[in-house]
C-alpha cells in the first residue's frame, strides 16, 4: 500500500567507483505469480526467493481476502494453502492493491469466472491507469465490471458464475492482459485462445505448465496463439522465484555510467522475454559480460558483470525488442544521457500509461538536469552529452514511480552535481534493499530525513 505515506526526499551523490557484489531481490512478476497460482491450486505451495515488495505484499494480502492461507515463514520463504480454480472466497472488504498494476489486473483477471464480486483500489497512481485493457476480455467471458470514468478504479467486477471460454486476440502489448485473460480461462469450460502479435513475458504460461495445466503457445503470421484448457486441477508447486533482471538493471547501469566500477550481479533471470536492455546495453558499447551461464527451473540464468564503460555511443534501439526492456526504458534513458549521441527510442506508446507516464516523467527530469529530450506519443530521444558531461544539479519528481525514483538517483551517482527526488518511498514497491545495496557497492544516495 505505497504512496500513502509522508514523501521521503532523497538526493544522490557523485560517487567513487561501485564494486562488489549486488545480490538483488526476487523477480517480481514470478512473485505476484507464484502467489495467485498459489492460491488456485489445491493444496501447499511453497516458495522461496519472494520479493517482499510493497507490491507483492499487497497480493499477498489480497489472496488471504479471497480465502487462501498466505504464510510467511521468514527469510522470503512463503506457503500459500491454495483453494482450487473456481474456489475463491468473496473479499469481505476492498482488495487495497497499492501501487501494483500487476496485481489488480492478474487478480482481476482470476476472480472474473468466479461467482463472486470484489471491489478493488489501489494508490493515486494505480487509481490513474486504465483497467479496459482487462474489463473488456473479462466482459466476453461473462464478468460485469463498474469503476469510475474512462474504466478506473476503484472498480466492482462482478464475477461470471457461468462463464464461458474466450478467443481474445489483446490489442496492445501486454504481459498483464493476457495473464488476466488466462487467469480468466482457467476457471472456464473448453478453451482459452489468447493471441498476442508481439511476445510478451511468458511467466504465465510457463507457470501454469509447471501447476500442471495444459497449455500450448504456437508461433503464426498472427503473433503467438496461446491455448488453455479449462478448468484443471492445479497442482501446488516448489518454486525458487530467480532475482529480477528489472531490479538488476540498476546496478548495472548505475556501474556503466561510473567512472573505476566493476560489479557482479549474481543469479540474474535471462528469459528472452525480459532481457532485451542487457542487448542493448552491448550494442551501445557497454562492457557487460554474462558469467556462468546456466538454467534453473527452466530459465536461463547468469551472473551479469558490470564495468565502467567510458565509450558508450547513442543508438536507434530495435522497437521489437520494446516489450522485453519495457520496464528499462527509465533507466536507459539515464545510461544514454552519458553515451556520445542520440539514443532514439520507439515504439513505447505503452511507456504512458505505467505507473507515471514514463515519457514525461524521463523527460522533464532529464531536461532540469541539463540533458536534451525529444519526444512523441509513442517515441522518445535522448541527446548524450558523453561521459563526464551530464551536469545534474536538479530535483526530479517521481510520481509515484519506484523506477524513476531509482533511475535519477543512478544518473546523480555519475553526474556533475547531485541529482535529488522529490519523493524516493515508491522503491519500497519493488526494490526495499536498493539503498543497502546500492551504498554497499560505495554510492551515496542519503535521505533528507537522516
Ligand atoms: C508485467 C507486465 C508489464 C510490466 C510490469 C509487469 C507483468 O506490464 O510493465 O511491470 O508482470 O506481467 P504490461 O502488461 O502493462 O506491459
Known amino acids: 500500500m505505497s504512496g500513502h505515506g509522508t514523501p521521503i526526499p532523497m538526493t544522490s551523490h557523485p560517487c567513487g567507483p561501485l564494486t562488489g557484489q549486488a545480490h538483488v531481490p526476487g523477480d517480481k512478476s514470478i512473485s505476484h505469480r507464484s502467489l495467485i497460482l498459489g492460491a488456485m491450486a489445491v493444496g501447499e505451495t511453497r516458495i522461496s526467493g519472494l520479493l517482499e515488495g510493497e507490491d507483492v505484499l499487497d497480493t499477498a494480502r489480497a489472496m488471504r481476502a479471497f480465502g487462501a492461507e498466505v504464510t510467511d515463514h521468514g527469510g522470503g520463504e512463503w506457503s500459500v494453502h491454495g483453494v482450487g480454480v473456481g474456489g475463491f472466497a468473496e473479499p469481505r472488504n476492498v482488495i487495497d492493491c497499492g501501487n501494483s498494476g500487476t496485481g489488480v489486473r492478474l487478480i482481476m483477471g482470476a476472480m472474473a469466472t468466479t461467482g463472486i464480486t470484489a471491489t478493488f483500489t489501489g494508490d493515486a497512481s494505480l487509481n490513474k491507469r486504465p483497467m479496459a485493457r482487462v474489463t473488456d476480455p473479462i466482459a466476453l467471458f461473462g464478468a460485469q465490471a463498474v469503476g469510475r470514468s474512462g474504466g478506473r478504479l476503484p472498480m466492482t467486477i462482478v464475477g461470471a458464475a457461468d462463464p464461458v471460454p474466450v478467443r481474445y486476440e489483446v490489442p496492445m502489448p501486454s504481459a498483464q492482459v493476457k495473464s488476466a485473460v488466462l487467469l480468466a480461462g482457467l476457471n472456464a469450460p473448453g478453451q482459452t485462445v489468447v493471441i498476442e502479435k508481439e511476445a510478451t513475458r511468458d511467466h504465465t504460461e510457463r507457470m501454469l505448465r509447471g501447476f500442471g495445466a495444459r497449455i500450448t503457445t504456437e508461433n503464426s503470421d498472427a503473433g503467438r496463439v496461446i491455448t488453455l484448457t479449462g478448468q484443471p486441477e492445479l497442482k501446488p508447486q516448489t518454486i525458487a522465484v530467480p532475482r529480477d533482471p528489472s531490479s538488476a538493471a540498476f546496478p548495472v547501469c548505475a556501474a556503466i555510467i561510473t567512472p573505476g566500477s566493476d560489479v557482479l550481479v549474481p543469479n540474474i533471470g535471462l528469459n528472452p522475454t525480459r532481457a532485451g536492455l542487457f542487448t542493448t546495453l552491448r550494442e ?141 518511498g515508491p522503491i519500497a514497491t519493488s526494490f526495499p534493499i536498493f539503498e543497502p545495496l546500492m551504498a554497499g557497492l560505495g554510492a551515496n544516495v542519503a535521505r533528507a530525513d537522516r
Open 284 to 424: 551501445m558499447g557497454a562492457d557487460l559480460t554474462y558469467e556462468n551461464e546456466r538454467e534453473e527451473g527452466g530459465e536461463p540464468v547468469a551472473d551479469l558483470r558490470a564495468r565502467f564503460s567510458p565509450d558508450l555511443k547513442g543508438i536507434e534501439v530495435d522497437p521489437a525488442r520494446a516489450a522485453s526492456m519495457i520496464d528499462e526504458y527509465p533507466v536507459l534513458s539515464v545510461v544514454a544521457a552519458f553515451a556520445q549521441g542520440d539514443t532514439v527510442m520507439k515504439g513505447v506508446g505503452e511507456l504512458r500509461v505505467k505507473e507515471s507516464d514514463r515519457i514525461d516523467a524521463m523527460a522533464t527530469g532529464l531536461r532540469l538536469n541539463g540533458v536534451a529530450v525529444d519526444e512523441g506519443e509513442d517515441w522518445w530521444i535522448v541527446h548524450g552529452l558523453g561521459h563526464g558531461n551530464v551536469p545534474g544539479g536538479a530535483t526530479c519528481e517521481s510520481h509515484l514511480d519506484h523506477r524513476i525514483a531509482m533511475s535519477f538517483m543512478v544518473m546523480g551517482m555519475a553526474a556533475q552535481n547531485p541529482v535529488s527526488v522529490d519523493d524516493g
